[in-house]
């Protein structure tokens, strides 16, 4: 609370923020309701929450609240144009109807979700009815490339049709779709080359041996690109990576110290157990 209040009254141009209320299992009513009303007294501020991720998600809302999992939020009011549900794999037509309806955003992670074996989320429905939707990763890694090609792949195999969810398609909903949802929290143009835009722009090294058109790019950018073939990175017109270096941290020394931290965090969870 004390972290959206300062970013609207001290406005960062990279600095923004939404209600974290992890997953819908782990949040009670009581904190719903409180963190609805906090979000009302500030004005246009939506909830980040994972919900609907499997089975479990569902059984354990009906036990305990007697509603499905997007039911509930939405009769708290989480739900609207300003919020994320992250995943909205176990739902039911009605509750999907409720995301449209109310303009929630759904958040895709095909890796994450491929890992913790909690099924698939229907996009192509999804998209199909036009939904508010975009292309996450769960913190499963920070390659955005690849997982666009995962997400390219993994629903033709859910579909078993090589004709589901084809690359120009995934390409505009991970790109166009999570700029307009940046954008919400930034207010400014993003995900495009155009005057006045936001000056964000990555360099790849790619060097097809197949020709490249404004036709194919989707497919040279879903089997050609990844992660490891971004050459440079410019944020807000300043360079922050060139050629692949990374002049202006310590890379190696930020790397060791986070190792040092990681096990201490082990070791003290693993106390704790």
């Known amino acids: 609370m004390r972290f959206l209040q300062k970013t609207r009254s001290q406005p960062h141009p990279r600095l923004a923020a939404s209600f974290g209320l992890h997953a819908a299992l782990t949040v009670g009513d009581a904190t719903l309701d409180q963190c609805v009303a906090a979000a009302e007294s500030l004005g246009e501020v939506g909830f980040h929450v994972h919900a609907a991720e499997g089975t479990a998600d569902r059984e354990h809302s009906l036990a305990t609240y007697g509603l499905r999992t997007i039911d509930r939020l939405a009769q708290h009011g989480v739900l609207g144009p300003h919020s994320i549900i992250v995943h909205a794999i176990d739902i039911d037509a009605w509750e999907m109807a409720l995301l ?16 913790n074996a909690v099924g698939v989320t229907d996009v192509p429905a999804m998209l199909r009815g036009n939904m508010k939707l975009v292309l996450g990763n769960d913190g499963f890694s920070n390659d955005m490339l690849e997982e666009m090609r995962v997400a390219y792949l993994l629903h033709k195999a859910a579909s078993h049709d090589p004709r589901t969810l084809p690359a120009d398609q995934l ?9 307009a949802l940046a954008g919400q929290f930034f207010h400014r143009t993003l995900g495009e080359l155009s005057p006045g835009a936001a000056a964000d722009v990555i360099l790849v090294d790619y060097d097809p041996p197949t020709p490249l058109s404004i036709d194919n790019l989707p ?31 310590d890379s190696e020394g930020i790397a060791a110290r986070s190792r040092e931290v990681a096990q201490q965090t082990w070791e003290r969870f693993w106390a704790q157990s």
């Open 219 to 249: 497919w040279h950018m879903i089997f050609g690109f990844d992660g490891r073939k971004v050459d440079t990175t410019i944020v807000g017109g300043k360079i922050l990576m060139r050629h692949q270096q990374i002049d202006h941290l």
């Open 171 to 179: 390409v505009h909903f991970a790109t166009a779709n999570n700029a």
């Open 100 to 115: 449209r309806e109310t303009g929630t955003w759904v958040s895709h992670q095909p890796r994450s979700n491929m890992n």
